[in-house]
């Protein structure tokens, strides 16, 4: 078990305001990715890390901006959210030495923007 | 740029086989494959590196020609168990994958 969590699972928010979920390992790998996944797109690479303070934009990085101070924990912030960020939102860790390992992706968190 | 999976859908039933197809138009190094359910997270199925043979286990297997940019999911005799989401992840580096569409497998008894 690759110990992932991601917070908050659920969240409703207005259009305009900011949000971060937060995504959490317990096992020290070195890469984390954001994703999210919509109807008809599949997942899209948002952001990802490949160790602390060091980070890259991924396909649909737009809106949102990422923060790794500590090996274990991945921010996702929007700044300002739009509806058309409303998606669900997968963590993910590489468990090797690259990030073209297998990956283990968290629950998920759901994100709604009214 | 996302990598193109073929068809979009799949509907079985128990014990036929199906073929799912991913394709880029950039070179690889690695495509894998997950499967999720409805509800649920992506679940690791196989990863193939450029240079590697054919994988496969129980009767799900996978082949990368690396020369076309294309993989193939070989899904041989169908349980209710195989429905789900199939996602192709392509990675031209070690660094990240890029995902496609998605394949939808429904299996019915």
């Known amino acids: 078990d690759a110990g992932i969590t991601q917070s908050p699972r659920h969240k409703v928010t207005e259009t305009g305001t900011p949000v971060t979920l937060r995504c959490h390992q317990t096992e020290n790998h070195r890469y984390m990715y954001w994703y999210r996944q919509d109807p008809g797109h599949g997942l899209r690479l948002i952001h990802y890390?490949?160790?602390?303070?060091?980070?890259d934009k991924g396909e649909v990085s737009d809106g949102y901006s990422v923060s790794r101070s500590k090996t274990e924990d991945f921010l996702l912030t929007l700044e300002s959210a739009t509806s058309s960020q409303t998606s669900v939102y997968f963590c993910?860790?590489?468990?090797?030495?690259?990030?073209?390992?297998?990956?283990?992706f968290g629950a998920g968190s759901r994100l709604t923007v009214l | 740029q996302q990598p193109v999976q073929s068809p979009q859908a799949v509907i079985l039933r128990e014990g036929e086989d199906a073929v799912i197809n991913c394709s880029s138009s950039k070179a690889l190094y690695s495509v894998h494959w997950y499967r999720q359910k409805h509800g649920e997270a992506p679940v690791f199925l196989m990863i193939l590196l450029k240079g590697g043979e054919q994988k496969g286990h129980d009767k799900i297997s996978a082949s990368f020609n690396e020369k076309k940019q294309q993989s193939s999911l070989y899904l041989t005799a169908s349980q209710l168990s195989y429905s789900g989401t199939y996602f192709c992840?392509?990675?031209?580096?070690?660094?990240?994958?890029?995902f496609g569409t998605g394949t939808r497998l429904q299996v019915f008894p």
């Open positions: 993910a860790i590489s468990e090797g030495l690259t990030g073209a390992n297998v990956l283990t």
């Open positions: 992840g392509t990675g031209r580096n070690t660094d990240k994958l890029i």
């Open positions: 890390s490949y160790g602390v303070k060091d980070t």
